[in-house]
């Protein structure tokens, strides 16, 4: 957790995207405990940091609180910034705080892809 003004400001040298927010979270996860599939080995930190990072995002919204998912960010320089352990692997930063009333989305906040683009499936 990222509350006070140095650790925020640390913060602002390894991402644009802070959003001057008064609390940023920083999810990670240990690549030494982190479950790994059997049959390729692949390490499944980054989906469970991502489930859990979603609920955090629910549960800010669920107290009244404003959140976005940032994961435009130099993993070398957070893990430099907040010394992390070589095992700790940094997944996404939450900015929380009340949102601006003068702030709107992206212009492309609402565009969306046709389903069919996106979508695809294969009957067996």
């Not at 390894?14 to 008064?22: L, R």
């Not at 979270?25 to 991502?50: F, H, N, P, Q, T």
Request: proline share 8%; net charge negative; with cysteine.
């Amino acid at each position: 957790m990222l509350n006070s003004e140095d650790r925020l400001d640390v913060l602002k040298t390894c991402t644009p995207y802070h959003f001057h927010a008064p609390l940023a979270m920083l999810v990670c996860y240990d690549s030494i405990v982190s479950w790994k599939r059997s049959y390729d080995g692949k390490d499944m930190g980054e989906v469970d940091a991502s489930i859990v990072a979603t609920h955090m995002m629910l549960e800010a919204a669920n107290l009244g609180l404003g959140s976005t998912w940032v994961g435009h960010f130099d993993p070398e320089k957070i893990k430099k910034a907040f010394p992390l352990p070589e095992n700790i692997i940094p997944v996404v930063l939450l900015p929380i705080g009340y949102p601006d009333q003068a702030s709107s989305p992206h212009p492309n906040h609402d565009k969306r892809f046709d389903v069919s683009t996106t979508v695809f499936y294969n009957s067996f």
